[in-house]
């Protein structure tokens, strides 16, 4: 493998101009790294994708140190202590110092309850000169944050309190003092349940980005006085800002706007940003200001308490991505005669009323590229052209929801489907399909009914729920020839019967961590040399985020923190 990624090298190399404009040569068919000039390097090292570069880094510690230096996501480490990983952590926190590289980035995350002040206080100076995020929940006796000095790279500060007040009642003295130090130099500032601080600093030149959580009005009140013109993010989780400070320090370049809670300010805000405005997230909001939205992309309503008619019409012309799935109790509500000629996205969730889903799909049936909803009990589906519809999810379960997947089976690229298709023994090609996650999948059913999909393109496929109730060839075949990627996140025993035939193209394999090695074994057989079975959380994490940059279209963090959690219990982003 090191003689083949050399030659690579060599004639990726050899067809580069250096500065004087001459080319490079190899000697007998190989060319010397070493002999490279830095800028051809940097040019070279944007072609190898993750698995190369690791690679790459166990040959000689000269690659170790010239990967490192010029990929710089091997500089950017994220240590997150909590109370039952200190012992790894502390591990690559030592790893991470041990060399001392150039714009070496470290992201800190401090909320373990059982650590104490002494070991938190060394672990800070260490990390000092190469801290840039730091997230930290503080019980109000951490008073040795007050005697550090300031972070001088600090650009992210999330900010929690471990009770609603502070076991011992300084957090505020201790968030203020965090705040001002670092006031001029902050980009991003998270506050979570803080009632009554002030920040009173001359000011945040540089923050742009402050999202608040369970706070009462004064903190986000105080801040806004200090950072109104540059502000281009604001999110308001329970959390509100006195309607006398927006007056008079109006967010006139909002671009993002998140805001969870019903408030007379909501009006005040968007009469003041919907010249600039591109994305909205509203929840528990009683009504929709009548402000033309005309640079909105994107709009996200969590619950609906207002008439979505006074939404739209805002932002008709402009709007690209609406997501209305988290909301309940849909009423049927005859739409205006304005169209949504840009939308590409929507997303219906499962409890949209038929009137209501039809009129929408009818007004962007032109451009729609992806389609999210769940309640396919519904004829008038079938009579809906989608000649742009490329991704689709949603349980197709029903005979309904079986002829609207058929109809579309040729033009999809991507498919999620929750619970298999149970309505006799169908055959339905996807000529295209390059990315299927089978979400949900149970034991259950009469496997004699399941429907058959023929996917002869696939390259990734995502598995996920309790269980299999036959082998995967069963469900999903002709895959084998080009599949790429393959994820299980299934309880361990139905592992095995998702690799019942080789699979020559596979790069990648993520299996839950507690697959045994017997079955590993088996599963290797069938796979290439080259190919990876990954089981550990970091790994798993890190070969998402490398398959994410090379099939961005399919892959969400939704699907990500599903796939973890299912894995290992929890959540991570790419």
């Not at 800070?124 to 109000?140: C, Y």
């Not at 011992?168 to 500032?189: E, P, V």
């Not at 009469?271 to 909205?280: I, K, M, V």
Request: charged residues 20%; neutral net charge; contains cysteine.
């Amino acid at each position: 493998m090191w003689r083949k990624i050399k030659s690579n090298f060599g004639i990726m190399a050899s067809s580069i101009p250096t500065e004087d404009g001459k080319r490079l040569k190899m000697a007998e068919g190989v060319f010397p790294i070493q002999d490279l000039p830095d800028d051809i390097l940097d040019i070279l090292f944007e072609y190898l994708d993750m698995k190369t570069k690791k690679f790459l880094r166990t040959v000689s510690q000269w690659l170790y140190d010239q990967v490192t230096f010029f990929d710089t996501r091997f500089r950017h480490w994220r240590i997150e202590f909590t109370d039952n990983n200190h012992d790894i952590q502390f591990m690559h926190l030592n790893k991470a110092l041990l060399k001392d590289y150039q714009n070496l980035k470290i992201e800190l995350a401090l909320k373990s309850c059982s650590m104490d002040n002494a070991t938190k206080e060394d672990v800070l100076k260490k990390v000092a000169p190469f801290l840039h995020v730091l997230k930290i929940s503080l019980a109000g006796d951490e008073m040795f944050l007050m005697e550090l000095p300031k972070f001088d790279h600090l650009t992210s500060l999330e900010l929690s309190c471990s009770f609603a007040r502070g076991q011992f009642g300084n957090t505020d003295a201790l968030m203020h003092d965090l705040i001002t130090k670092h006031s001029a130099q902050l980009k991003q500032l998270n506050l979570d349940h803080f009632q009554e601080f002030i920040v009173d600093s001359p000011g945040c030149p540089s923050l742009d980005t402050l999202r608040m959580h369970n706070c009462g009005v004064k903190p986000a009140s105080s801040i806004i006085k200090h950072c109104h013109t540059q502000l281009k993010t604001l999110e308001l989780n329970h959390s509100s800002i006195d309607a006398g400070i927006l007056a008079s320090y109006p967010l006139i370049n909002l671009q993002h706007l998140k805001m969870h809670t019903n408030s007379e300010i909501f009006d005040v805000i968007i009469g003041q940003c919907h010249n600039s405005l591109t994305f909205l997230s509203i929840g528990n909001v009683s009504h929709f200001p009548a402000h033309p939205l005309p640079n909105l992309r994107e709009l996200k309503v969590i619950s609906w308490m207002f008439d979505i008619n006074s939404a739209l019409e805002q932002c008709c012309n402009s709007l690209v991505k609406l997501d209305i799935r988290e909301v309940r109790g849909y009423p049927a509500t005859e739409l205006s005669a304005y169209q949504l000629p840009k939308l590409t996205y929507l997303d219906l969730g499962m409890d949209c009323d038929p009137l209501v889903r039809n009129q929408l799909l009818a007004k962007c049936n032109k451009t729609l590229n992806k389609l999210i909803f769940y309640n396919t009990n519904d004829e008038q589906l079938l009579f809906t052209e989608l000649p742009q519809l490329r991704h689709l999810v949603g349980n197709f379960n029903t005979f309904v929801g079986c002829q609207f997947l058929k109809k579309h089976a040729g033009q999809l690229v991507s498919l999620e489907i929750c619970d298999w298709i149970q309505t006799g023994k169908t055959l339905i090609d996807f000529p295209q399909l390059n990315f299927f996650w089978y979400n949900g999948c149970h034991p259950g059913g009469n496997t004699k009914q399941d429907a058959k999909f023929k996917t002869p393109v696939l390259k990734d496929l995502l598995i996920t729920g309790s269980g299999l109730k036959t082998s995967l060839t069963n469900l999903v075949q002709g895959y084998e020839a080009t599949l790429e990627f393959i994820a299980v996140a299934l309880p361990s025993r139905f592992v095995e019967s998702c690799f019942s035939q080789d699979l020559p193209k596979v790069e990648y394999v993520l299996l839950p961590k507690d697959t045994s090695p017997a079955v590993i074994k088996k599963i290797r057989a069938k796979l290439p040399d080259t190919a990876e079975i990954l089981t550990a959380k970091s790994a798993v994490q890190q070969a998402l985020r490398d398959r994410a940059k090379r099939q961005s279209l399919y892959y969400t963090q939704e699907i990500a923190d599903c796939l973890i959690y299912c894995m290992y219990g929890g959540n991570d982003t790419f």
